[in-house]
């Protein structure tokens, strides 16, 4: 799911999880392991932008996430580790902006403030697709 939507509400959580019985402490526990999801991507972005700049690239367009970077075989490797999925091209996409968001934000030095990944994230989180509904079925895996 996380190849689609970093930031699954909890009503498309229990869309498709249809076999958990949910209450307030299991929504509360999915919703938490999507936090972990998104903060070990974010890691990830942060370090790959670091070292981009580390490796002195000046031009953000120079950054890219194909399926052969290391990047992507990080994320690969941490969210589909037994390569079940196939990954979706608009993933790969979503990463790259995140990338070059971050690289952006280094460069221009903002990680000087606090809060400077905010606003990153409300640019990440309005790249969230739909979820196949394939996904729904109890059988997928």
């Not at 919703?31 to 932008?49: D, G, L, P, T, V």
């Not at 790969?92 to 070059?100: F, G, P």
Request: aromatic fraction near 18%; charged fraction near 30%; glycine fraction near 2%.
């Amino acid at each position: 799911m996380f190849f689609y939507t970093r930031y699954p509400s909890s009503n498309v959580l229990k869309t498709f999880f249809p076999d958990v019985k949910f209450n307030r402490c299991i929504t509360s526990q999915l919703i938490k392991w999507f936090s972990n999801f998104r903060e070990f991507y974010y890691i990830q972005m942060e370090k790959f932008a670091r070292q981009a700049i580390g490796d002195g690239i000046r031009d953000v367009k120079d950054i890219t996430v194909s399926r052969d970077s290391e990047l992507f075989r990080a994320l690969n490797m941490h969210y589909n580790k037994a390569n079940d999925f196939h990954v979706p091209e608009r993933f790969l996409e979503v990463a790259e902006i995140t990338l070059h968001e971050f690289y952006n934000a280094i460069s221009a030095a903002k990680d000087s403030d606090q809060s400077w990944k905010k606003a990153i994230y409300k640019v990440i989180c309005k790249l969230d697709s739909d979820v196949p509904e394939e996904f729904k079925t109890s059988s997928y895996l």
